[in-house]
Each structure stands twice: as C-alpha cells, then as structure tokens.
C-alpha cells in the first residue's frame, strides 16, 4: 500500500510517499481502508516532534481518517468488515490502510460525505469539548472565537452558535471574515488592523467576552485576555502563531475570570463515554442542517505535503482533506 512517511523528525519537505506492507491487525484492532484523511495543524507539528504525542519514526502524520473495515483482529465483535467508518487516529491517516483499536472507530452518519466526514473529528470534537465541558458555554452569553476561519476556530463559531451564544468571529482578512460570517458569526474583527480589545468592548457594550476560544497563541492571547469579561472563561487550544504566550496573572483577579486548559485527545482517552456522546450531539447537528462542515480543498495522497504548507503558511480556510481516491 501507498503511504506519506515521516522516517524522520523535520520537515514537511522531508516526508516522502512510498509502498510499505500492508498492516495487520492485531487482538482488538481493525484495519481501515481509507477513503481520505483530514489536514488538521497538529500535523504540522507531529512531523517535526514538537507535538504532545511523538511516534517513533517511521511513521505516517494524518489525524482523523474515514473510509471502510477491511479486516478484523481477534475478538473484534462491534465492528463488521465493510462498516463505513470514522476514526481520529492522533497519526497515520496519510496512507491507504491503517490499523487502529476497534474501539476508537464510529460509524460514519450515511448522510454524510466520505471527505466532509474525514475532516470532522478533530476540529468539531476539540470545539464541543472546549465550549461544553472546558467553557460551560451558556445560551446568551458572548463568544469570541480567534482564527475564526481555520479548521478548529470554524467549528467553534458554528457549535456556539447551535448552543445560543452571540459569536465574534476573530481573524487576520476580509475573506476569511466574510467565510466566518458565512458559518454563521454575528460579529467580525479583524484583529490585525485594529485592537483586539477595543473592538470585542465595542461589540459587547464594554462588557467583554463571556469565553474565549484562542487556538492561535502568541502575542493574541494576551489581547484576548483583555478582551474578556468579568467571570469569563480563556480557553487555551493552540499556539498556530508559534510562541507560547506568558501572561500578566494579574489580569485574572481584575476579572474573576480563568484560564482554561483544553486537550481534547486526552480527553478522549481518559472519558470515551462524554466524548461519544459529543459526536451524538454533533451527528445529530449534521443530520439536521445545524453544522455545515466546509471542505476548502482536497489533495492527492502525493499532494498531501502541499495542503501541510498551505496550513503552516496560515493560508487555508476551512479545511483541507487528503481524498486517497485521486
Ligand atoms: N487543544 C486541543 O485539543 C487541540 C486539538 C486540535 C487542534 N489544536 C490546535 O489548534 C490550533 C489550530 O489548529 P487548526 O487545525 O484549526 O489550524 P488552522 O486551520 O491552520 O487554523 C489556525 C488559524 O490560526 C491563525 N494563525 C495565526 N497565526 C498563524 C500562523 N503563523 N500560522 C498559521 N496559522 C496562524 C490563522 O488564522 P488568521 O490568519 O485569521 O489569524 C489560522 O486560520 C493548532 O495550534 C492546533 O495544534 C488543539
């Protein structure tokens, strides 16, 4: 089988496709056929060993995956060879099969596309757990979102929007703006024409933001944090701006406010049940219309270096899908 590999920590230029041994799998394990493969930013930092999880090279990038069960391990009874299936796989989506625990597969909603369902988990599960569980989002309540057109930022302005929230939708252009809009913000900011803060004051009546959802980092996290209200919640997601922000504590006792940690794939790991019942919530979201996932692009498997770029180079919108059917 065709697979993009990481056979050392570096670049994305050093990844190369190659054919490699179809894998096995093992007791408890299913192997996939994919069909395509979500580009998320983690992958970005996977390749380099600069990410939470650090496989042992070789090894494939690729986070959240769709496609069909091909073979089953011992003592595999909840998954049938030929079910459609979703998985985030944390890493080795970029390849035509991959192995992964029966347990960390769903069925994939037959409404839903092969591609807009491979682009899903990551982004939607990180948001749904970062609103519901990390920020106690509550109808009526203000939510800024940062880098509100990328793959994760996206799908918070459209789960605080199925939750009741006014969102202010944060981000660097009029194009991406106008996609945040289009998912359904109440509110834009471009905050790189103009100060975060003042403008989050202006939009909420000088109140600020009840939460906020910060995947970018860098100098952006202390402008949100100003940006916040009273008994508001910063939600710490990513760092896309590259530096790990260091603020002024005293910030929070002005506030009342807290900084909230948010790892979603920890999460999974550790309570499998509220993170299932999150993609009930999200499924059934999709099924009547609430979420509308928006699929930018998609890229061969050979291509899937260039959609790593585009995503490091802050020029995707949306997401990018690697489509292992070009
Ligand atoms: N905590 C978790 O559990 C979890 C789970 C998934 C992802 N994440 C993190 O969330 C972050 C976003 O991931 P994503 O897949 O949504 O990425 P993405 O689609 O590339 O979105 C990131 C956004 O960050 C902004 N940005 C600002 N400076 C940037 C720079 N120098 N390079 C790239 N983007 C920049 C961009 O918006 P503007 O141009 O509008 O500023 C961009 O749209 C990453 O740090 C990722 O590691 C965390």
């Known amino acids: 089988m065709r697979a993009l590999l990481c056979k050392t920590y570096g670049g994305i230029d050093d990844l190369s496709e190659e054919e490699v041994a179809s894998p096995k799998p093992g007791p408890g394990e299913v192997r996939v056929k994919v069909a395509a493969c979500g580009v998320n930013f983690p992958d970005t930092l996977i390749v380099a060993g600069k990410y939470q999880f650090k496989p042992d090279p070789p090894f494939s990038p690729g986070g959240e995956i769709s496609g069909v069960v091909d073979a089953l391990g011992e003592g595999v009874t909840a998954v049938a060879v030929g079910d459609s299936v979703v998985a985030t796989t944390l890493w080795g989506g970029f390849a035509e099969e991959i192995v992964i625990a029966a347990d960390k597969v769903m069925r994939r909603p037959e409404a839903m596309d092969p591609v807009i369902a491979a682009g899903f988990s990551m982004t939607y599960g990180t ?38 929230a006014t969102v202010i939708a944060a981000a660097s252009s009029a194009d991406k703006l106008a996609i945040a809009k289009e998912a359904g913000a109440d509110i834009t900011i471009n905050y790189t024409d103009q100060p975060l803060k003042d403008a989050v004051k202006e939009a909420t ?53 807290a900084v909230v940690g948010v790892f979603w794939g920890d999460f999974v790991r550790r309570e499998p049940e509220a993170n299932r019942a999150n993609f009930d919530r999200l499924f059934a979201w999709v099924a009547d219309g609430t979420l509308k996932p928006l699929v930018s692009e998609t890229f061969a498997l050979a291509d899937a270096p260039e959609a790593l770029r585009r995503l490091a180079a802050r020029q995707a919108v949306g997401k990018l899908v690697v489509d292992l059917t070009k």
Do not use: Y
């Open 127 to 164: 948001a749904i757990h970062a609103l519901v569980q990390r920020g106690a989002l509550k109808r009526g309540e203000a939510l800024l979102v940062l880098g509100a057109s990328g793959g994760v930022g996206m799908a918070a302005v459209e789960i605080g929007k199925a939750l009741g």
């Open 205 to 257: 009546g000088g109140k600020g933001a009840d939460v906020v959802f910060d995947p970018v980092g860098g100098d952006f996290t202390e402008q949100a944090l100003r940006a916040t209200g009273w008994g508001g919640r910063l939600l710490i997601i990513g760092f896309a701006a590259g530096a790990i922000p260091k603020i002024p504590a005293n910030l929070t006792l002005l506030k009342g406010c």
